[in-house]
């Protein structure tokens, strides 16, 4: 997502991230930083940047485990995300523009000045905490936004809306919804009643006991990661559905992948007439939506030849479900946190 930051504004470029609450960027000087593409940010050098204070009514809105008083009296931050990376900086305030030349402009937001990084460049939390960019809009949008993420290695720009444009562009039966589940004790995350994925006919599902808000929505993660036992269920499935052979070695980062028998391209058992390449859909189960996904576009990568990796991992040791930004490419994903719900229609994500 691209923004501008500060007096003379500078353009900055940040991951819209739905598992994470707050909006922060790399600072200099940096002692432990990720590479990107842009210049980190330089606070000195722009005049509406100021620090937050110890005493002041930005910090009381971290939770105490994220943050910390230096000796000069600043709020430091810490922020450890799921997938092991983290987050360390000054806690400031400052001006924020959006459009492609920074047309739009909100005077004070508070922002992350971060001089710690474990693998994580810029990040723009769109969770529901209330440092996030959604909740510091908040009423400015109606508590509204939308996203549609371009596949990869298509050279066009995803889009992110905010307020009633963002659920206005598409219409009709091609939208599903989903009631949004938000808890308390992980105000970062919009979950979700996840109930099994199908492949042509045959389905598993979840257990009736863990259907509570048992998946959240990830922009951030790039792979959907599955509870171990239900991974495993799910592997099962994907060996009885395709026609070919499991890779024993399947190369890093993918724990799974096929091998085609010699005619570069999987081949399905019980497909049915509908599928018209001879490809089943693969269908996520939510609570009152089905959302269909291909099965080469959003599940298996061509690594190589005959070489096809599941684009689904196992959360392993975590016990959690998110639904990643790879199977989400190509819908409009619409947030509609006062209506309690989120839509996905398949989009033309260059389009919309």
Known sequence: ??????????????????????????????????????????????????????????RTLLSQSQRTCTKSGECQYSYAYGDKTFTVGTLGVDKINFGSKGVVQFPKFTVGCAYYNQDTPNSKGLGEGPLSLV????DQIGYKFSYCLIPYGLNYTSKLKFGDIALATIKGKRVVSTPLIL??????????????????????????????G?????????????QQDFYNKFVTLVKEVAGAEVEKNPPAPFDFCLRDKGTKHLWFKDSSDDDDDGVPDVVFHFTGAEVRLDFFTHMFSLVNDNLYCMLVHPSNGDGFNIFGNVQQMGFQVEYDLRGGKVSFAPADCAKH
Request: proline letters at 8%; aromatic letters at 12%.
């Open 1 to 58: 997502m691209r923004f501008y930051i500060g007096t003379p504004p500078v353009e900055m470029f940040a991951t819209a991230d739905t598992g994470s609450d707050l909006i922060w960027m790399q600072c200099s000087p940096c002692k432990k930083c990720s590479p990107q593409n842009t210049p980190l940010f330089e606070p000195r050098k722009f005049s509406t940047f100021r620090t937050v204070s110890c005493d002041s009514q930005p």
């Open 135 to 138: 909740s510091q809009l908040g």
């Open 183 to 212: 808890k308390s004790s992980e105000p970062s995350f919009y979950y979700v009643n996840f109930e099994g994925i199908s492949i042509g006919k045959r389905k598993v599902e979840m257990s009736k006991s863990e259907s509570d």
């Open 214 to 226: 048992n998946m959240f929505i990830g922009s951030g993660a790039t792979y959907t990661m599955l």
